[in-house]
């Protein structure tokens, strides 16, 4: 069996979900949960459609993520003053120091992962997924645009 790129990459990420998984257990916090407290450090203040948009999931999933990271006082919603049937989300005060500790168990195990890679390769690797993420992402942005000129020319 030839493994393709597609495999590759995938088969990586998960086993960086499962490694990581492992590693957090104790915190309770999963690499998807992860993935949201860390959009939302960068965004902080943005509403729950396009976070779930962001992070790829369903907006209900998203909900539900939010309900317990809130319910674990890492994540708070904030009526939004532009619209009261929306939330602006932010990290709370406990979340930003977990986060400190869960960004150094990630720098950790991003350093076994790429551990034997000189300096220049692991720069290269790096261009190289974003390039390949860029041609995906790119991608499904002309998807997008085509499926919605097509919907506007029926």
């Not at 998960?14 to 492992?22: C, I, Q, S, V, Y």
Request: glycine residues 6%; aromatic residues 6%.
């Amino acid at each position: 069996m030839r493994e393709t790129v597609g495999f590759l990459l995938n088969d990586t990420a998960r086993l960086f979900r499962r490694a990581f998984n492992a590693r957090t257990r104790d915190s309770g916090i999963t690499a998807l949960q992860w993935r949201l407290l860390s959009y939302l450090k960068r965004y902080e203040g943005i509403r729950q459609g396009p976070l779930a948009d962001l992070i790829e999931v369903e907006p209900i999933t998203l909900s539900r993520m939010v309900d317990r990271l809130a319910e674990a006082g890492l994540v708070e919603r904030r009526a939004d003053p532009g619209d009261r049937r929306a939330w602006l989300l932010y990290l709370t005060p406990r979340a930003r120091e977990q986060m400190g500790a869960m960004q150094r168990l990630t720098d950790a195990l991003t350093e076994e992962a790429i551990g034997g890679l000189t300096p220049a390769e692991r720069a290269e690797l790096i261009r190289l997924v974003r390039h390949v993420r860029c041609n995906l992402s790119r991608r499904d942005a002309i998807d997008t645009t085509e499926r919605e000129e097509t919907k506007e020319a029926l």
